[in-house]
């Protein structure tokens, strides 16, 4: 068998996007279908329960369980501020009190004659959903949210860091190869999604920090960079969570690699225009790969899928997918037809890559990526 078939990061000039945008519980929906929408606007909107604090009013006050609603100033459903007296004991015909305040904003939730145990709830939490890309609702799922739909260029990276984001295209080198030190942003760069290069450098993303760029794609990123940035590896977890102040996106992998020409040009072309970013990614199963979107005119022409997209040949430039080899280049130089026993005993396709330094490795086939060449 001289090919077989391997998923690929899609990099497309105009395809349809459609991104669900739901609730983390039941809410409201604010937008109806055929709306159209951008991608700042809220379209749904739900609150959180806030967080439960329990006060053991009996044992503060020295008092049975069940004599508690005999010392309590506030009954079920009440509203009370932290620092507020909520029971009251008095003794010695008055002269001495013993009070139990809120420690927090909230409302009494219950009071239990078994326990003595005053529950508080905290205020909720309010939570609202923004279309996150400028299209139309297609879909409204009743009190959960929607599916926004819209004609955009669209193109994954292998790995990214940080949550969504909404901002301006931006070039932020000449070509594809250069190393972001941070030298080439500036102020004016301030909210701005910047592209391009074969390298960010830690300085590099101090920088963009400091101009407030929000959002940045690039070829490459030394683990070490990673590192110092989160402050922590990031080992096998879900990204996307993530409390930093901009969202990288790497399109080829780790260490110094230029961006793919048609990636690089692709962005080029849309400079200037809206786009929505998201690092987040997961590359076990449920595989979630990081994006830029940037939506175009509705009449723009779809792309034809090419025939033959997603062929594996000997010859094909792959990316590893897993350790111990995440993020590397290769060539496949062989495709054994037979499923191999590979290192955890079990049995499955294989392919043979050579790196840049000659070595070769044989590696499960689930375990690589096609690039664009």
Not at 60 to 80: C, F, H, Q, R, T
């Amino acid at each position: 068998m001289g090919y077989a078939y391997t998923p690929g990061l899609k990099v497309s000039k105009a395809a349809v996007v459609r991104k669900e945008r739901k609730l983390p519980l039941t809410g409201e929906v604010l937008v109806k279908k055929g709306d159209r929408v951008k991608a700042e606007d809220v379209v749904a909107k739900t609150e959180l329960p806030g967080n439960v604090v329990p006060i053991n009013v009996a044992g503060l006050l020295s008092i049975a369980p069940d004599e508690i609603e005999n010392y309590m100033l506030k009954k079920e459903g009440d509203k009370v501020k932290a620092g507020e007296p909520i029971a009251e004991s008095k003794s010695f015909f008055g002269l001495f009190k013993s009070t139990v305040t809120s420690p927090v904003d909230g409302f009494i939730e219950s009071i239990s004659k078994i326990t003595g145990q005053v529950i508080i709830r905290e205020p909720p939490v309010p939570v609202e959903i923004n279309a996150y890309i400028d299209g139309k609702i297609v879909e409204v799922f009743p009190e959960e949210g929607v599916m926004v739909e819209t004609v955009a260029s669209f193109i994954q990276g292998i790995f990214g860091v940080g949550g969504e984001r909404i901002g301006i295209l931006e070039k932020a080198c000449d070509n594809e190869e250069e190393v972001l030190d941070g030298s080439t942003f500036s102020k004016e760069h301030k909210g701005k999604i910047v592209f391009g290069g074969s390298l960010i450098t830690y300085e590099g993303i101090k920088k963009a920090i400091e101009y407030g760029i929000i959002g940045i794609v690039v070829g490459g990123i030394d683990d070490l960079t990673l590192r110092k940035f989160l402050g922590y590896d990031i080992g096998v977890a879900i990204t996307g969570s993530e409390k930093i102040p901009l969202t990288l996106v790497v399109t080829e992998g780790f260490g110094k690699i230029k961006m793919a020409k048609r990636t690089f040009e692709l962005l080029s072309s849309l400079v200037g225009k809206k786009a929505s970013i998201n690092g987040a990614t997961q590359i076990r199963a449920g595989v979630i790969r990081p994006e830029i979107i940037v939506p175009l005119p509705e009449e723009t022409k779809i792309e034809e899928k090419e025939k033959e997209e997603g062929i594996l040949e000997i010859g094909s430039m792959v990316r590893i997918i897993r350790e111990p080899f995440f993020g590397k280049i290769g060539k496949v130089v062989a495709l054994p037809p037979e499923p191999q026993i590979i290192e955890t005993e079990s049995k499955t396709r294989v392919l043979e890559v050579e790196f840049e330094d000659g070595k070769r490795v044989v590696l499960p086939r689930a375990n690589v990526e096609l690039m664009e060449e």
